[in-house]
């Protein structure tokens, strides 16, 4: 018996690596001049608060968790010589495998003074951060010989963030009697950076480089990322008006971007330059609650239970290249990939549940952007080509649903799953040859291929709900926003809503400045 009771755990890791290559020859006969560095962090950190096997009475009774961890990994070469080559390679990689979690099992919590009302909170936050920054130079001096640079950023790895009011595989369930409010959350703030930059210049022969910047979040469509709030075998109790409110938001944000620019400026040879970057995404947003009854015995219809899945997170690709020779050939290449595989769930499987209303939503509004850009110039007797791809490969799905239970709301009972997603493409191409070059070529290339499923569903249940409330508003979307509706129900409302705001941008140029072609 207490005033207040709390299981609380943080994590407040910093973790920061650097690593550093440097190579320079002033001798004209050297054959080559070669700098590299590598870094790889690897996290794999628990922040768990529990409760378990616990019988509580407290006007408060909190379990949460909190990530603040922060990995911050740079790598970074540079190398210069006055002989045949300079070559350098800057490769950094963060690897993460943690839970956030804060859960309460095989427990009876009670409020301590019903007429005064309690509260149980069981909450897990996730604010880590992850930053992998790879920059190089490569610079060579002779009248013969090449520059060469490459450098790899990547972020891969599983986070997950869970809230559970349940029960473990052998053990029991929970019951929970006069709290007021439940408050079940799991909230994934995570940021994950993957930068990638190199600066290739050459007298010579030839100035190549590469960028790389990679983000990759679960392991495929059998081991997604989980950000989940549970509420299963519980038998709850109230005593008066009570508010039970299970959510799982996803709003983290990701960058990737891969820069990178090539500069030969001898009498013969080329410049090239290629930037890749690419996010992977497989993740599931779920709220759950699942064999649990409330108020089975007395009816008394004075809960409110809310089952909130929402995914409000950010994805920013970006690869982008120039290419700039005083000889024969620049040619820069640009790729920027997205694939998503989200799943947004909400649902109530199972149990006897008398409620004043309640709320079953998914709701998914995903901010995908990926940026190509390519840009070549040469000015001597040859030619320039750029060309960039930009890649959207999104298989998202949206579900709310109800499923083998007994639910008698006095007011409006709602499943709504609602997709509005917006998807950006851009993607630009300039190629220019001036003098006496020859032909100056662009190509640019902006792809979307959508699927997933937008669905709100009820089987196998025995539902009445009176409608004795103001209602739930949803929206029936058009192709113009300014003509979306709004429309507010009552009673018993089952709505799936999707719309896709799409923006392609493709913008190609290629100028010859007396030479034979553009195009």
Not at 108 to 135: C, I, M, P
Not at 275 to 298: F, G, R, W, Y
Not at 357 to 379: E, F, H, L, P, Y
Request: aromatic fraction near 2%; charge should be negative; avoid cysteine.
């Amino acid at each position: 018996h207490a005033d207040t009771i709390k299981a609380k755990a943080e994590s407040d890791t910093l973790m920061v690596g650097a690593a550093a290559g440097v190579a320079v020859s002033t001798g004209q006969q050297g054959v080559a001049n070669i700098a590299g560095s590598v870094g790889v962090m690897q996290l794999d950190n628990n922040t768990i608060a529990t409760i378990e096997n616990s019988r509580i009475t407290a006007n408060a009774i909190e379990a949460k968790a909190e990530n603040k961890s922060r990995l911050i990994n740079v790598a970074g070469q540079v190398s210069v010589s006055k002989g045949k080559v300079a070559a350098g390679l800057a490769t950094t990689t963060n690897i993460l495998h943690n839970t956030t979690g804060a859960y309460v099992y095989g427990s009876e919590l009670n409020g301590k003074a019903a007429a005064q009302g309690a509260a149980l909170t069981v909450e897990a936050d996730n604010n880590s951060e992850a930053y992998a920054v790879a920059v190089g130079v490569a610079a060579q001096a002779g009248q013969q010989g090449a520059a060469l640079s490459g450098d790899v950023a990547v972020n891969k790895g599983v986070n997950n963030t869970e809230a559970i009011v349940g029960k473990k595989a052998a053990g029991k369930g929970n019951a929970i009697a006069d709290i007021d409010k439940v408050t079940i959350k799991a909230v994934d703030s995570t940021k994950l950076k993957a930068i990638s930059g190199g600066v290739t210049v050459s007298t010579g022969n030839a100035g190549l480089g590469g960028a790389v910047a990679y983000n990759e979040v679960g392991n495929g469509d059998a081991d997604k990322q989980n950000t989940l709030a549970k509420l299963t075998d519980t038998k709850i109790k109230t005593a008066k008006a009570a508010t039970i409110d299970v959510q799982a938001e996803d709003k983290s944000k990701m960058l990737a971007i891969a820069v990178g620019a090539a500069v030969q400026t001898g009498q013969t040879g080329a410049a090239a330059q290629g930037s890749a970057a690419t996010t992977i995404l497989h993740k599931n947003v779920e709220a759950a609650v699942s064999n649990v009854d409330v108020d089975k015995d007395d009816a008394k219809q004075k809960a409110a239970l809310n089952v909130t899945a929402q995914n409000t997170s950010e994805a920013i690709t970006s690869a982008d290249v120039v290419a700039f020779t005083t000889a024969n050939f620049a040619g820069g290449a640009a790729v920027a990939v997205t694939n998503s595989d989200n799943d947004t769930k909400a649902s109530i499987s199972g149990g006897t549940l008398n409620l004043q209303s309640g709320k079953v939503q998914a709701d998914s509004n995903v901010d995908i952007i990926n940026v190509g850009i390519g840009v070549a110039a040469a000015t001597g007797q040859g030619g320039a080509l750029a060309g960039n791809v930009a890649v959207n490969n999104i298989k998202n799905d949206t579900l709310a649903s109800i499923s083998n239970a007994a639910i008698n709301a006095k007011g409006t009972l709602g499943v709504l799953a609602d997709s509005k997603e917006h998807i950006r493409n851009y993607a630009g191409a300039l190629a220019v040859t001036a003098g006496q070059g020859y032909a100056a070529g662009g190509l640019s290339t902006a792809v979307n291929v959508i699927s997933g499923d937008t669905r709100a569903t009820v089987s196998g249940s025995a539902i009445t709900a009176v409608g004795d409330d103001a209602g739930i508003t949803v929206t029936e979307y058009a192709k113009d926003k300014k003509d979306n509706k709004e429309e507010t129900l009552t009673g018993f409302v089952v709505n799936a809503d999707s719309a896709h705001e799409i923006d392609n941008v493709v913008i190609t140029g290629g100028v010859a400045v007396t030479s034979t072609a553009a195009v």
